[in-house]
Structures are given as C-alpha cells and as structure tokens.
Nanobody
Framework: QVQLVESGGGLVQPGGSLRLSCAAS????????IGWFRQAPGKEREGVSC????????YYTDSVKGRFTISRDNAKTTVSLQMNNLKPEDTAVYYC????????WGQGTQVTVSS
C-alpha cells in the first residue's frame, strides 16, 4: 500500500525556518521522482520543488529559489524540504506527491508564516 506522510509544518514568524518531511512507504523511493506542492486558501495547488530519482537533480519554482532546499534520503525513505527565510506568502498546506503510473498524494501539512 503506497503511503506518503508529511510532517514538520507549523506556525513560524517571517524570516524563520521549517523543515518538512515526506515519509514514503509501499514503493521503492530510489526509483521515483518526488515533488512538493502547496495550496494556499482560495488558490490552486502549485508545484514548489521536485527531486529526480536518477541523478538527484532538483527543480524549484522561482518564488522559492535560494530559500528552499529539497533533498532525499533513500535509506530512510524520506524526502525533505528545508524552508528558510519564510514569507507570509509561503503560507499554505504543503503536500508531497509521487507518480507511479497513478498519482499519490500525502494528506498535507499546514505551514503558516505570520507575526
């Protein structure tokens, strides 16, 4: 049974940091790219970052470049998203996703950036 479980969200002040984790089970993480997405209230879900399975290459949407870092630990079957210098506009529910022919999503973790 494929499962993705996000954790690490919370309330943080502007300029603060959070580290999100996506714990994967039910498939071999090594073989698949993993993406992080977010959805703010009243907005569509958007892609934030992803990391490939092959060479570990990464992608970031422009608004988070230089602030977010995605990484994977295949031994621990987790993909992390380190988020630094957080801004109020980063407030959203963050999800991880994997495509195995069928798309699987985690349940999401809330990130709130507010003073």
């Amino acid at each position: 049974q494929v499962q993705l479980v996000e954790s690490g969200g919370g309330l943080v002040q502007p300029g603060g940091s959070l580290r999100l984790s996506c714990a994967a089970s039910g498939f071999t993480l090594d073989y698949y790219a993993i993406g992080w997405f977010r959805q703010a209230p009243g907005k569509e879900r958007e892609g934030v970052s992803c990391i490939s399975s092959s060479d570990g290459s990464t992608y970031y949407t422009d608004s988070v470049k230089g602030r977010f870092t995605i990484s994977r630990d295949n031994a621990k079957t987790t993909v992390s998203l380190q988020m630094n210098n957080l801004k109020p506009e980063d407030t959203a529910v963050y999800y991880c996703r994997v495509d195995l022919g069928r798309t699987y999503w985690g349940q999401g973790t809330q990130v709130t950036v507010s003073s």
